[in-house]
């Protein structure tokens, strides 16, 4: 009997030690990928307001024209040592999540003029307990990019804007693999040759649970290498893995 009762103590804490130690990349890829279907009324109601709202804000700015604000539209070919519209870039990070969380994410761009892809491979890390988790991303770009009117780009301008458009497909892969398709719309402002500004915004909606991924980032470069710091946010509904990265990068 006693044999019988250790038996049945022993089970009790295993399946007590199962529960207690999901960590906190479980919790989020719980969360990213959960069915909430029957939330979509309530979302549809305020995807529509948002989505009025957007159009008139955007309506309001397509008024002023790109030449009040100083741009050239008139694009000239990418010469290499330029900040925007790289033949090829490749960015390497390392982010701080949690005291037990970390990532390094590989960032990786072709493209010539107009038309590019990207790939981006970030791996969470869990310490305790030990676990890991894998957000991939491919887009196909469409490249948008120029000088502001202090000079062009054929006679070497030291300020630079883009504006992509992607379309591609995420997938999250922990316990499951699962994915969706996904939009970025990354905005570089480079006032300088040497240093300028990154936002990479991406979206993608898996099993009715929306991933929104937003990477803020300020670089420092030399002619072909550079170095990158900033603060990345990928959220579900519910959870964030959030923090600051440091890392280098290196573009033609």
Not at 14 to 29: K, N, P
Not at 154 to 166: C, H, K, L, P, Y
Not at 186 to 208: C, M, Q, V
Request: charged fraction near 20%; hydrophobic fraction near 35%.
């Amino acid at each position: 009997m006693r044999v019988y009762q250790l038996i049945l103590v022993v089970i009790s804490v295993s399946c007590h030690t199962l529960v207690t130690t999901a960590g906190i990349l479980d919790d989020f890829e719980q969360d990213a990928t959960e069915d909430r279907s029957q939330e979509r009324h309530f979302d549809h109601y305020q995807d529509d307001h948002w989505h009025h709202h957007y159009h008139y804000d955007d309506y309001g700015r397509r008024r002023s024209s790109g030449r009040s604000v100083g741009l050239d539209w008139d694009v000239a070919p990418h010469r290499l040592g330029e900040p925007v519209l790289p033949f090829a870039r490749f960015d390497g990070v390392y982010q701080t999540v949690e005291t037990n969380v970390n990532a390094l994410d590989f960032y990786a761009q072709v493209g010539y003029q107009a038309f590019g892809l990207d790939v981006r491979h970030t791996r969470f890390s869990e310490t305790n307990p030990s676990d890991h988790l894998d957000l991939y991303r491919i887009h196909g770009l469409f490249r948008l990019g120029g000088a502001f009117e202090s000079g062009t780009l054929r006679q070497g301008a030291q300020s630079f804007w883009e504006v992509d458009v992607g379309l591609g497909y995420v997938q999250l892969a922990g316990n499951n693999r699962q994915g969706a398709l996904s939009v970025t719309l990354p905005i570089l402002l480079y006032p300088s040759k040497h240093w300028g500004l990154e936002f990479r915004p991406a979206w993608a909606t898996i099993n009715d649970s929306k991933l929104q991924d937003y990477d803020l980032g300020a670089h420092f470069l030399l002619k072909y290498v550079g170095l990158k710091v900033g603060y990345r946010w990928l959220k579900s509904p519910n959870m964030d893995l959030a923090g600051p990265y440091v890392g280098a990068v290196t573009r033609f």
